[in-house]
């Protein structure tokens, strides 16, 4: 009780330098202990938030989630091309390639083409000694005026051949 009557009455030994010590590490404590319950529930939040973050898709490095293609469209400058039966090349008819890959070409053409046609084509401003180009027709969809083919190469041409679509 001696202790406490001291403490009271300021006549403990040092007392003007340990009692707002003890007082400022006393708050200190007890700022940390509620900061600790405070942010304890945020833990998993920004935990779940950086899981997520690194389980995001980057399209441009592996492609869209709804993307089925196994190379990367490129849109560009439309290119003419001429396209046929393959054993009809006597009458050809132009189309435009609106986007190509390494797998196929989207085409605007003039007629409907039912798909799993294959046609031959090739871009218009080539050399007399070019091939014919196989593509089957996958997809015919009618956009604005014009119905948009989508073709899958039979076998991927050389890349001189493929730079010749634009």
Known sequence: MTLWYDFLHGALPYQDY???LA??????????FMGNLVWRGKRPKLAKKAATAAAIHDPFEQGSLTE??????????????????PDNKNAPQRALVLDRSLGGLRLAAEEEIE?????VVLP????????WIEIDVRTCNMVDDC????CQFVKTPQWSILLLFG
Do not use: F, H, K
């Open 115 to 119: 798909p799993g046609t294959r046609l």
């Open 18 to 20: 340990w009692l707002p």
């Open 124 to 131: 218009i401003n080539t050399a007399d000694q070019s091939p």
């Open 68 to 85: 089925r293609r196994r190379s990367i469209r490129r849109p560009g400058n439309p290119v003419e091309v001429v396209y046929a039966l």
């Open 23 to 32: 007082i400022g590490l006393a708050a200190g404590m007890l700022c940390l």
């Open 147 to 150: 119905w948009e083919l989508g």
